[in-house]
T-cell receptor, first 114, second 109 residues
Framework: ETGVTQTPRHLVMGMTNKKSLKCEQH?????MYWYKQSAKKPLELMFV???????ENNSVPSRFSPECPNSSHLFLHLHTLQPEDSALYLC?????????????FGSGTQLSVL | GQNIDQPTEMTATEGAIVQINCTYQ??????LFWYQQHAGEAPTFLSY????GLEEKGRFSSFLSRSKGYSYLLLKELQMKDSASYLC??????????FGAGTTVTVRA
């Protein structure tokens, strides 16, 4: 248990569906992240929020829409996804965004787009 | 972009030692991390190096040479539970964290 909870653990959706991924951290951290993890590829940073403000959008397609209502919760809204978007989506948090700040990850949502 | 290389897979025997190398080419350097990820689970923090040298934590040690753009993670007295993927990650001058693709370590009895 890392203190970061993601739901759902697994999600299968069609290309025309709309779904949302949820992340909650119980660590009192100020920064939250979405990463995409595809098989045999490096983790790809998607979005960063620091004190609820988006500080990084790593050229992510608009079919992925993040929302951070407070420092403890982070959502990723999905719509009209493509099969190549199938991957493990990991949420992470950290106290801040400085050099030595380590990330605490959730267990991820395994997404399959049909 | 950033380039972080590590071997794809390694296999070792229970009780042995394994060294996972990581080389990086990044825009500046503000620290290197190692994470462990068991299949189907969250990556968890193992170590952080920002100065040259060896950091030891029990059975795990991590080494850094900034001039060579090189790090390794040393796992000693391997146990079956050490079978996992090990991720190297580097923070650049803009504090952006980039990950390698991970090294899958399989420990055999």
């Amino acid at each position: 248990e890392t203190g970061v909870t993601q739901t759902p653990r697994h999600l299968v959706m069609g290309m025309t569906n709309k779904k949302s991924l949820k992340c909650e951290q119980h660590l009192g951290h100020n920064a939250m992240y979405w990463y995409k993890q595809s098989a045999k590829k490096p983790l790809e940073l998607m979005f960063v929020y620091n004190f609820k403000e988006q500080t990084e959008n790593n050229s992510v397609p608009s079919r992925f829409s993040p929302e951070c209502p407070n420092s403890s919760h982070l959502f990723l809204h999905l719509h009209t996804l493509q099969p190549e978007d199938s991957a493990l989506y990991l949420c992470a948090s950290s106290q801040g965004t400085g050099d030595s700040e380590k990330l605490f990850f959730g267990s991820g949502t395994q997404l399959s787009v049909l | 972009g950033q380039n972080i290389d590590q071997p794809t897979e390694m296999t070792a025997t229970e009780g042995a030692i394994v060294q996972i190398n990581c080389t990086y080419q990044t825009s500046g350097f503000n620290g290197l991390f190692w994470y462990q990820q068991h299949a189907g689970e969250a990556p968890t923090f193992l170590s952080y190096n920002v100065l040259d040298g060896l950091e030891e934590k029990g059975r795990f040690s991590s080494f850094l040479s900034r001039s060579k753009g090189y790090s390794y993670l040393l796992l000693k007295e391997l146990q079956m539970k050490d079978s996992a993927s090990y991720l190297c990650a580097v923070r650049d001058r803009d504090y952006k964290l980039s990950f390698g693709a991970g090294t899958t370590v399989t420990v055999r009895a």
